[in-house]
């Protein structure tokens, strides 16, 4: 994993950060202990049981790695090289390389391994790696290709090597081979060589902090090891902008990027470690603040992650790898949050436990302990016993990374969008080169199927198509608006909405990426469906502009029948249909779709076909070897350069073809506008409106750009407002609600009675899109 960022220190602030604090008491045998400690948490030599199948399998897996890797090793006399196939004067190989050694060097340490106390493995690890400190890696190279392979993707294995060596290796060699690390990693607070050195955030500073504490185990170096422990205080504090956690539980990377599902769990597994490293030891981290870290996990990770899928609207670039699925990145969050369950008080940690067995047992795509390490067998072993939980309803809002879910039983509809703080997508390092549509409103149904995204989704799927998106059809160059999250809108602020009570107003104003396309997305999500309204959609561009209902991955040999108005519809691969003023379809197991009067597309279109691409084609690293899967794809057809044009329709997932009808024809839900001013719908006692500029629609008046949820139980109305553009410093709504007096509002709120109901004016300086909220009783 390759990571990159744009944030600077100041001098000032780097010398206050320079400064250290030695624990007044540690010798020796402090160090030793702790080094017993990492050690046995790289093997799982305390908790491994051979005769188990499951820690059998992994320890043939490590064995079989070994094996392979040592059919590659260069013994030969003066060689430039320690294994044939990682050239050291290229990138990553040095980082490649030293990862093969801690493996072989685990494997040396692992008790029911067949190379556990190999004398000939041992010659060769501690001959690699006196010729990798030789060749390469040493004080005075000069780093070249990517940063982080020198000063992470060497540095950790190599620390964690001599830690594993330690007996080994005698004293000087250590010294030697940690004069290596420090001139790579001469402090941890920093990244990047000398000439453009930078502040290290997130993910970057928890790794850089790992590896200088393992390696100060090695030489017993008190300072380091400090230095770098108060070094991972910085990655649990609250931020409003950059990198980092943000209070409403989005995480950040590369300063523009959703990435808690990459970057975030790298620094939730790499501060578990630690944390349990350093427990009951003389540097034992008492930051009080470190309590963000542990609600991060039910505010940031566990909305995001479902049936152990890690959702993919924030996995940023890593879709496009083929050996990093959402179950992988799933995999690695459950492990974290089983670790960090280990320093927790007891009823926190039984509903993270229970949490992680629900994920567990509905997890039908993989498995966990395939692949998996002996510490991650023996914790998903620790959960024999733990009732599983269900996934949970409701609704989360990342306001601060442009990202919203709705979870209801047996489902979960993600939004991913873009704005003036969040990019459309992140590219680098030959990464996701084409993924420029995905924050142009893409929608993710997590249903039963699941393996919908890593069964080859990204590199099959036609990335003009994406589900949810509103899209121009210009093509676009690969990096298209820039690497590193550059792809960033220029002026769309109003993106986010309002949340209460499980129910959501999400809304984006969408500036397409490197095109002149602007539209306005509204999606209103209920208990049994989420409604899409579209207006204002406008393109110049000289290609049509399409909004993408569905674009379902039916796998290597899916027939889902889709039904449109009950006539059996595009049936084999290869056929296409259009309908014009279709009411409602309906793709067999995964959902109802009903196309609302308001919409003004000129016509629905269909096609199931097969699409045969490589993981090549979205990463300079993937196989060129083709894959096909089938799809099956509904869009609304807006025509060329359209003006001020609209769609409208609901997704009710996991709807029988009976039911969708039924929703069809009973008109379940009411919009009471589509226009590029406000969207709104209601159903039940629930009203829902995105205002895009001052208007009125129903009892609603509002004097400010805002997105609002009223909700009516008996004589009780709930009003939840928010400022999705974060620039405003107070919102205005007034509601016609005769005889309404105030029972409750939250702090900021203020209210004023009125001839015909209330007035309410919210104080929404800091509240980055947060809705505040009121109830007020009738008569």
Not at 329 to 355: K, N
């Amino acid at each position: 994993m390759r990571r990159r960022t744009f944030l600077t220190l100041s001098t000032a602030a780097a010398a206050a950060l320079s400064l250290p604090t030695v624990p007044a008491f540690a010798a020796p045998a402090d160090f030793a202990a702790l080094r017993g400690k990492w050690a046995a948490d790289l093997t799982g030599r305390d908790v491994i049981d051979p005769a188990d199948p499951d820690f059998k399998a992994a320890l043939d897996r490590i064995d079989a790695a070994v094996a392979s890797s040592l059919t590659k090793l260069d013994r030969s006399a003066g060689r430039k090289l320690v294994f044939t196939d990682q050239p050291l004067t290229a990138d990553p190989s040095v980082a490649n390389t030293y990862v093969r050694l801690e493996q072989m060097a685990t494997a040396w340490s692992t008790p029911g391994s067949a190379y556990h106390q190999a004398a000939a493995l041992l010659a060769d690890v501690l001959a690699a790696l006196e010729s990798m400190n030789t060749l390469v890696y040493k004080a005075g190279t000069v780093e070249f290709g990517n940063w982080w392979s020198w000063e992470i993707g060497a540095t950790r294995p190599l620390a964690s090597t001599m830690v594993l060596l330690y007996d080994e290796i005698p004293a000087e060699v250590r010294a030697r081979y940690c004069a290596a690390i420090d001139h790579f990693v001469p402090d941890p607070y920093y990244m990047f060589p000398a000439e453009r050195r930078a502040l290290s955030t997130g993910a970057n500073r928890v790794d850089l902090c790992q590896a200088i504490i393992v390696r100060a185990l090695v030489t017993d170096d008190e300072a380091k090891l400090t230095h770098a422990r108060d070094g991972l205080s910085d990655t649990w504090q609250y931020v409003t902008t950059g990198d980092g956690f943000y209070r409403d539980g989005s995480f950040v990377q590369h300063t523009w990027v959703a990435y808690t599902g990459t970057y975030g769990h790298v620094l939730l597994s790499g501060i578990g470690k630690l944390l349990a490293l350093l427990a009951g030891s003389p540097w034992e981290v008492t930051d009080p603040k470190r309590q963000i870290l542990f609600d991060s996990v039910a505010k940031a990770y566990l909305p995001v992650v479902h049936d152990l899928r890690m959702t993919d609207f924030v996995r940023g670039r890593a879709v496009s790898r083929s050996n990093a699925s959402d179950h992988d990145d799933g995999y690695t969050a459950a492990e974290a949050t089983l670790r960090l369950a280990g320093g927790v008080d007891a009823a926190l940690a039984a509903r993270w436990r229970s949490a992680v067995a629900g994920w567990v047992q509905r997890d039908t795509f993989g498995n966990m302990l395939s692949g998996a390490t002996i510490p991650r067998v023996a914790l998903v072993k620790s959960l024999a016993g733990v009732a599983p939980a269900a996934e949970p309803d409701g609704h989360t809002l990342f306001a601060s990374m442009d990202r919203s879910i709705h979870r209801r039983s047996g489902w979960a509809y993600a939004i991913s969008m873009a704005s003036t703080r969040i990019a459309h997508y992140e590219a680098g390092n030959g990464e996701n080169d084409l993924g420029y549509h995905t924050g142009s409103g893409m929608t993710y149904l997590y249903d039963r199927d699941n393996g919908q995204y890593a069964d080859g989704f990204w590199p099959t799927v036609d990335r003009y198509r994406l589900p949810g998106t509103t899209v121009d059809t210009l093509p676009l160059p690969p990096k298209a608006g820039g690497e590193w999250g550059a792809a960033r809108p220029a002026s769309a602020t109003w993106v986010g909405g309002s949340t209460h009570a499980g129910y959501a107003a999400v809304g984006q104003d969408l500036e397409a990426p490197s095109s002149p396309l602007r539209a306005r997305k509204s999606w209103f999500c209920f208990d049994e469906y989420v409604v899409a309204l579209g207006a204002g959609i406008t393109g110049s561009s000289g290609h049509a502009v399409e909004t993408v209902v569905e674009n379902r991955n039916l796998h290597a040999g899916g027939v889902n029948k889709l039904l449109v108005d009950g006539a059996l519809t595009v049936p084999s691969v290869g056929d296409t249909a259009s309908m014009s003023r279709p009411r409602w379809a309906h793709l067999e197991g995964v959902a109802g779709y009903v196309f609302l009067p308001t919409s003004g597309a000129s016509g629905l279109r269909a096609v199931r076909e097969a699409r045969t691409c490589s993981w090549r084609d979205i990463n300079t690293g993937g196989s060129a070897d083709p894959i096909t899967r089938r799809y099956l794809t509904l869009w609304l057809d807006h025509g060329v350069d359209p003006t001020n044009a609209s769609y409208g329709y609901l997704v009710a997932p996991g709807a029988t073809a009976a039911r969708t009808q039924q929703l069809a024809r009973t008109s379940a839900v009411r919009v009471l506008a589509n226009t590029a001013d406000v969207q709104a719908v209601t159903q039940g006692g629930l009203t829902l409106a995105n205002f895009w500029r001052p208007g009125h629609v129903a009892n609603l008046y509002a004097d400010n750009p805002l997105s609002v949820i009223q909700r009516l139980r008996g004589r009780d109305v709930e009003i939840a407002l928010s400022d999705p553009t974060q620039l405003a410093t107070t919102i205005r709504l007034r509601l016609v609600l005769p005889g309404a007096r105030v029972v409750q509002a939250d702090e900021g709120v203020t209210t004023r009675r009125t001839l015909l109901g209330l007035e309410l004016t919210v104080d929404v300086k800091g509240a980055a899109g947060a809705s505040r909220v009121v109830k007020v009783r009738l008569g």
